[in-house]
Each structure stands twice: as structure tokens, then as C-alpha cells.
């Protein structure tokens, strides 16, 4: 079955950096467009960024020039360079699959989405 294990969440100051991985496994990696969201308390699922097969990449507004998103076809791992982090930015974290092969994510729209990780925490205090 399909599974997206999340890592690399954490405690940081602003400022500072912090990588998320997703491992992916049951499925033709390569062949699915891939994702983060992000979710705060009280607040409603969010797009972070997504990449395509062809390694085409998408990104919120509000993390752009910050983050940066990447896969590993061969590893079947996805992942999240994190930089220049906000207090703003707190929440958990999210790796989702799309829910269909060979499409693009272009709308980042969460509902698109077939299978989600469990989450990893990123905590950022100012």
C-alpha cells in the first residue's frame, strides 16, 4: 500500500534553516507529481509546493525565494529545504501524492491529492 513517511521537523529560531524528507513507498514513484502542506492550529490546510515528473516546480506565494522543494527519483524521497524561516511558518507539515499519474500540480489545490503523510512538526520562535 502506499505510504509517505515523513522527517526533519523540529524546533528553530527565525531566521534559521531546516530540511523536510518524505519517503514514499507501494507505489511507481517517478510517475506522480508530489507535494507539501503545511497546516497551523485553528487554520485550514495550506499549499507550501509541489513538483512535477519532469521536476517542474510550484510554489505558495508566501515561501517563495525561501523554499525550495526537490525529489530523489531513484531514492523515491521527497524534500523541503527550508530557509530564512518565520514564526509564521509554524505548523505541520505535510507530503502528499497526487492523486492521479503523469499530472501536473500546477493549482496546488489540496484536494488533488490522493495519499498524505502523517506529518512532521516545524516549530519556529522569534
Known amino acids: 500500500q502506499v505510504q509517505l513517511v515523513e522527517s526533519g521537523g523540529g524546533s528553530v529560531q527565525a531566521g534559521g534553516s531546516l530540511r523536510l524528507s518524505c519517503a514514499a513507498s507501494?507505489?511507481?514513484?517517478?510517475?506522480?507529481?508530489m507535494g507539501w502542506f503545511r497546516q497551523a492550529p485553528g487554520k485550514a490546510r495550506e499549499a507550501v509546493a509541489a513538483?512535477?515528473?519532469?521536476?517542474?516546480?510550484n510554489y505558495a506565494d508566501s515561501v517563495k525565494g525561501r523554499f525550495t522543494i526537490s525529489r530523489d527519483n531513484p531514492k523515491n524521497t521527497l524534500h523541503l529545504q527550508m530557509n530564512s524561516l518565520k514564526p509564521e511558518d509554524t505548523a505541520m507539515y505535510y507530503c502528499?501524492?497526487?492523486?492521479?499519474?503523469?499530472?501536473?500540480?500546477?493549482?496546488?489545490?489540496?484536494?488533488?491529492?490522493?495519499?498524505w503523510g502523517q506529518g512532521t512538526q516545524v516549530t519556529v520562535s522569534s
Open positions: 513538483i512535477d515528473t519532469d521536476g517542474r516546480t
Open positions: 507501494g507505489y511507481t514513484y517517478s510517475i506522480y507529481a
Open positions: 502528499a501524492r497526487h492523486g492521479s499519474y503523469g499530472f501536473r500540480w500546477s493549482t496546488l489545490r489540496s484536494g488533488d491529492a490522493g495519499y
